[in-house]
């Protein structure tokens, strides 16, 4: 059964990213060693395995004076333990001496504690007699103030495992236990084209019925900021030798290929028929239960993923996070929990009452505000073809198919940007 415009009836988001995910081969992609310099949001394509305990030594996470625990029970202000100061322990120095019973030792944020001592007392809980000798006016356990060898990471012990994206965190947690350089996935390349007799370059004046393009711009940081690499392949016009012969080239060097514009039914979108003419399987869908998205193509072409997304920048936003962000991770092998920790979600209530289209899963951008003490979603609602409404959004809501609305004060998830 076809619709008002002649298409077969929308399916739903989760048919539609299924038949990509069931007609797409996904093949592990090449793999590179690359400087930890270099690093930064690659995907790592094995185990990590520390090679060396971190720290290598036990060291003090505060400004004190390392002791043996036992020498502090009982202490209070009004009863205080005297110690003897034999040392200041210097920063990057090994101490050459035993702390004895009854001993102390100054030593900085970050040293290294003597052999027999088990803690550290900070200063604040001390107080200097004279240049020998020490009150302890608050008593510590063993191992408080001390990071003990391998804590942070055992020696033989996974650190990262394979399909993990690497944040600078991570990267800072690499040179910690020596590594230089890591081995990950190739990133793929995901083609752009735009197209459309209205759009042209973005630092060119325009006429009357002319716009800019701005969808290739933001599809080229989206699929830097999933992990791909962007390839632009121009403007081109509403023209099916053009956009056959650059879809064509494009098969050949690429992962995934984006055309932006030409996926609503009209005259001159020509989008669905040069996907079918040029390979199998061609089209798997035209029309998708999504607003805004509407009139999204997927398509496969020799085993690469073939997007036609709406020509509407707030449009274009939404389906890249939908459909493109899951092809890309899949591509690269990134594990589902990846995902989550990347996807941020946060709770807030909604602002006002939103009414929905029935039969349609309805992404709504909002921004955030404390409104009487309480987090709450203020929708920004517009037309999407608006991309200066995304600018002032903080991320989305999400209303089901299943949802005719949402009413004020509700609680709802907020997909953070």
């Known amino acids: 059964m076809k619709d008002m415009l002649?298409?077969?009836?929308?399916?739903?988001?989760?048919?539609?990213?299924?038949?990509?995910?069931?007609?797409?081969?996904?093949?592990?992609?090449e793999t590179k060693?690359?400087?930890?310099?270099?690093?930064?949001?690659?995907?790592?394509?094995?185990?990590i395995v520390s090679p060396e305990n971190l720290p290598?030594?036990?060291?003090?996470?505060?400004?004190?004076?390392?002791?043996n625990a036992k020498d502090t029970f009982g202490a209070t202000e009004s009863m205080p333990a005297y110690l003897n100061i034999v040392a200041e322990i210097l920063m990057g120095e090994e101490p050459n001496f035993v702390l004895k019973k009854g001993e102390v030792a100054k030593i900085s944020t970050g040293g290294m504690l003597p052999s027999g001592a088990n803690s550290v007392v900070m200063f604040e809980h001390t107080q200097c007699i004279d240049e020998k000798t020490l009150e302890i006016l608050k008593p510590v356990s063993p191992g408080e103030n001390v990071i003990q060898i391998g804590e942070d990471a055992k020696s033989g012990g996974v650190i990262f495992k394979a399909g993990h994206r690497l944040r600078p965190q991570d990267i800072g947690a690499l040179a910690g236990i020596g590594l230089s350089e890591v081995e990950v996935y190739e990133k793929p390349i995901v083609s752009i084209i735009s197209t459309g007799d209205e759009i042209v370059p973005a630092g060119m004046p325009i006429k009357p019925g002319q716009v800019r393009d701005i969808n290739t711009y933001t599809l080229s940081c989206l699929?830097?900021?999933?992990?791909g690499?962007?390839?632009?392949?121009?403007?081109?016009?509403?023209?099916?030798?053009?956009?056959?012969?650059?879809?064509k080239e494009c098969i050949k060097e690429s992962s995934m290929v984006l055309i932006s514009g030409g996926s609503s039914v009209g005259t001159k979108d020509i989008t669905e028929k040069v996907i079918n003419d040029i390979g199998k399987p061609g089209v798997l869908f035209h029309g998708v239960s999504l607003k805004?998205?509407?009139?999204?193509?997927?398509?496969?072409?020799?085993?690469?993923?073939?997007?036609?997304l709406p020509g509407h920048p707030g449009a274009v936003v939404i389906c890249f996070d939908v459909f493109v962000e899951p092809l890309i991770a899949e591509i690269l092998g990134i594990r589902k929990e990846e995902l989550f920790k990347r996807n941020k979600i946060?709770?807030?209530?909604?602002?006002?009452?939103?009414s929905s289209s029935p039969g349609r899963e309805e992404h709504i951008a909002v921004k955030l505000e404390e409104i009487n003490g309480e987090l709450y979603a203020v929708p920004l609602l517009a037309k999407s073809g608006i991309i200066t409404t995304l600018t002032q959004a903080h991320g989305t809501v999400i209303i089901p198919v299943s949802k005719t609305g949402i009413i004020k004060d509700e609680v709802v998830d907020v997909k953070l940007f």
């Open 346 to 354: 946060i709770k807030a209530k909604i602002s006002r009452n939103i």
């Open 229 to 247: 690499v962007p390839l632009k392949k121009g403007i081109f016009k509403d023209n099916y030798e053009q956009i056959y012969q650059v879809l």
């Open 33 to 47: 060693k690359v400087s930890l310099e270099k690093a930064y949001s690659s995907v790592i394509s094995k185990d």
């Open 56 to 67: 290598s030594f036990n060291r003090s996470t505060v400004d004190g004076f390392a002791v």
């Open 6 to 29: 002649g298409r077969e009836e929308l399916i739903s988001v989760e048919k539609a990213l299924n038949l990509l995910f069931q007609y797409t081969p996904f093949k592990k992609p």
């Open 292 to 308: 805004p998205g509407k009139p999204t193509i997927g398509g496969i072409i020799d085993n690469v993923p073939v997007l036609g």
């Open 223 to 227: 699929i830097e900021e999933s992990g």
